[in-house]
């Protein structure tokens, strides 16, 4: 773990200087990253809290980090998601969690369009735990991939909401 955050430490920098005004979508060799935010694919859905996201893949081990930080009851939070890629290729990436208990996590990444779409699917489980994983709030969800620095995420970092005037 320590190892995998020195080498995120030491690639960052580098990738950072190559920002350009389309945002924070890199694929360089063998590994990809993206910078940005989730949010419901669906519009009449709203992101619960503000949150940033960074993906960081690694064909050499055919693996994803998906660091997380939110703001949410007064407080930050960070969550570290690890997924499987299961295909790379020079179109792009598929890439999985499934050790949830209810969910399996889909993440399809197109470098041509420099899109990322994520997918939370039930995974097939008997009757009964199915509607536990419900009655805990366990639901299909599609999102979508805002990357940092494009025309939408500086247009929705411009709302007053996000920067309140004191």
């Given at each position: 773990?320590?190892?995998?955050?020195?080498?995120?430490?030491?690639?960052?920098?580098?990738?950072?200087?190559?920002?350009?005004?389309?945002g924070f979508f890199f694929v360089e060799g063998d590994?990809?990253?993206?910078?940005?935010?989730?949010?419901?694919?669906?519009?009449?859905?709203?992101?619960?809290?503000?949150?940033?996201?960074?993906?960081?893949?690694?064909?050499?081990?055919?693996?994803?980090?998906?660091?997380?930080?939110?703001?949410?009851?007064?407080?930050?939070?960070?969550?570290?998601?690890?997924?499987?890629?299961?295909?790379?290729?020079?179109?792009?990436?598929?890439?999985?969690?499934?050790?949830?208990?209810?969910?399996?996590?889909?993440?399809?990444?197109?470098?041509?369009?420099?899109?990322?779409?994520?997918?939370?699917?039930?995974?097939?489980?008997?009757?009964?735990?199915?509607?536990?994983?419900?009655?805990?709030?366990?639901?299909?969800?599609e999102m979508t991939f805002v990357l940092r620095n494009?025309?939408?995420?500086?247009?929705?970092?411009?709302?007053?909401?996000?920067?309140?005037?004191?």
């Amino acid at each position: 773990m320590s190892r995998m955050l020195l080498v995120l430490c030491l690639i960052l920098p580098s990738l950072a200087q190559k920002a350009d005004n389309r945002g924070f979508f890199f694929v360089e060799g063998d590994q990809f990253t993206a910078v940005g935010k989730w949010i419901p694919t669906n519009p009449k859905d709203k992101a619960a809290f503000p949150a940033e996201t960074q993906i960081d893949c690694f064909k050499s081990s055919m693996t994803c980090v998906e660091a997380t930080a939110e703001y949410y009851v007064g407080y930050p939070h960070v969550t570290i998601a690890y997924l499987k890629v299961n295909k790379w290729d020079k179109n792009g990436l598929i890439a999985t969690n499934s050790s949830g208990i209810c969910m399996t996590d889909t993440v399809l990444v197109s470098f041509s369009d420099k899109t990322l779409s994520d997918s939370f699917s039930m995974k097939q489980l008997p009757d009964d735990q199915r509607d536990a994983c419900k009655a805990l709030g366990a639901l299909q969800t599609e999102m979508t991939f805002v990357l940092r620095n494009s025309e939408r995420w500086n247009n929705e970092r411009k709302q007053e909401w996000l920067h309140p005037k004191n």
